[in-house]
């Protein structure tokens, strides 16, 4: 199954540097999922030929604009572009108010639906379950109400052995039985173990995706052991005071978080316009952790 994130905008605050406010995409299964619509999403979607119509899901995670502000163009695209198809949209409660005074006032009628789920930032909840992922809200520690969202491939069932089941001649009816561990009797009475007949499917992977926030451990044990943790890492080590008071985290914390959770592997963005170069950053992150990679603006990182 398809598991991937592709950065299409990974500075904070402002764009600089040919760097664009956050948003990614992750691809589940071939399913679009995009996290955060900083302004620019929709000119970053088109470069690196992520096509809107394929996203049935959006994620904010907090209501900075850089966070934000190119989701009403993206929705007005849609719109434009003859969308019909539901959205699903996961955000603070008040995004709603915005979005309906912008339309309100450009006398636009989204020809979609769009089914709101809102975010608690004081408590994590399961905001998306369906076939393939599970999709949980990270309460973080930002200077305004902020979650982050953490997604966890569902377990696939077994896989049958073919040459096994073709040699028993095993029915189809069975397979279903047997996907999902049960042993299978012959007509004689014969039991084959499952093990025997399938192998078990691949453990689940998982994302974490932490943007914006302070180093605060109360979220630590929930991120632990992901296979990609994506954490913000604003600044260099050296202005950890700023950090502290605009909550946001440093790279050399970035990594501390990586290795205290577990992480298998971590991903930095969200970097200040004050980096013309993010090499330090990386540097910096890698003390901690080095199985680190900066997150580069049209890059695909696969998750396994
Ligand atoms: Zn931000
Ligand atoms: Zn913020």
Redesign the pocket.
């Known amino acids: 199954m398809k598991f991937e994130v592709t950065i299409l905008g990974s500075s ?1 605050a402002t764009p600089i540097f040919n760097r664009n406010p956050t948003s990614q995409v992750l691809n589940i299964n071939e399913r679009l999922y995009l996290i955060d619509c900083g302004e620019g999403t929709q000119q970053q979607m088109l470069r690196f030929d992520i096509k809107a119509s394929r996203i049935d899901h959006i994620f904010i ?2 209501l ?1 604009g ?2 934000y502000l190119g989701l009403v163009g993206l929705l007005s695209s849609m719109h434009l572009n003859g969308r019909k198809k539901p959205l699903k949209l996961v955000c603070p409660v008040q995004l709603k108010e915005i979005i309906d005074l912008q339309l309100k006032y450009s006398d636009t009628e989204l020809q979609f639906p769009v089914e709101y789920i809102f975010t608690n930032a004081q408590q994590s909840e399961v905001v998306i379950n369906n076939n393939d992922v599970v999709v949980e809200t990270i309460p973080l520690d ?3 109400a ?1 979650t982050g969202f953490l997604f966890k491939e569902k377990k696939r069932l077994r896989k049958l052995i073919k040459e096994k089941i073709e040699k028993l001649d095993i029915s189809v009816a069975y397979y279903s039985v047997l996907k999902k561990g049960g042993d299978y009797t012959d007509e004689k009475g014969t039991v084959y173990k499952n093990e025997s007949l399938t192998i078990d499917s691949a453990e689940p992977k998982s994302y974490a995706y932490c ?2 926030t302070m180093y605060n451990e109360s979220y630590f044990a929930q991120i632990a052991n992901t296979t990609l943790l994506y954490h913000e890492a604003t600044f260099l080590n050296d202005m950890l005071d700023r950090a502290v008071i605009t ?2 985290t440093t790279a050399l914390q970035a990594g501390e978080i990586a290795l205290k959770t577990n992480a298998k592997k971590l991903l930095i963005g969200h970097f200040s316009a004050r980096y013309k170069t993010l090499n330090e950053l990386l540097d910096e992150a890698k003390i901690n952790f080095p199985s680190t990679e900066l997150a580069i603006e049209g890059k695909t990182f696969f998750i396994e």
Request: charged share 20%.
């Open positions: 904070s995670s907090h900075h850089d966070h930002h200077r305004i902020c943007s914006d909550h946001h």
